[in-house]
């Protein structure tokens, strides 16, 4: 079992920035990758970025140039630079990832993250 522990959501005003950071249980090298996705309210669960076991990275149009998703590998986390943030990045935000071997699957609790305008 991978337990994922989200952390760094709040309160924002538009044009502000947060850090999100997801703290894997295990070596996030025997994970195939780890991402973020977000849904907000009435609306479906979209994928935001992810990052892979290599270290490729991807990201959602409507967040392109605005977030970053790294790793600090040692402590087995991945984060999620917010920047230039916008209303409509309101959403709660889900660590998610994907085990070697088994292939299982495993999500966060989520975090709140609300914009201002």
């Known amino acids: 079992q991978v337990q994922l522990v989200e952390s760094g959501g709040g309160l924002v005003q538009a044009g502000g920035s947060l850090r999100l950071s997801c703290a894997a249980s295990?070596?996030?090298?025997?994970?195939?990758?780890m991402g973020w996705y977000r849904q907000a309210s009435g609306k479906q669960r979209e994928l935001v970025a992810v990052?892979?076991?290599?270290?490729?990275?991807n990201y959602a149009d409507s967040v392109k140039g605005r977030f970053t998703i790294s790793r600090e590998t040692a402590k087995n986390t991945v984060h999620l630079g917010m920047n230039s943030l916008k209303p409509e990045d309101t959403a709660v935000y889900y660590c998610?990832?994907?085990?070697?071997?088994?292939?299982?699957?495993?999500w966060g609790q989520g975090t709140q993250v609300t914009v201002s305008s």
């Open positions: 998610t990832a994907k085990r070697l071997g088994s292939g299982s699957e495993y």
């Open positions: 295990v070596n996030i090298f025997s994970l195939k990758h």
């Open positions: 990052i892979t076991n290599g270290g490729s990275t």
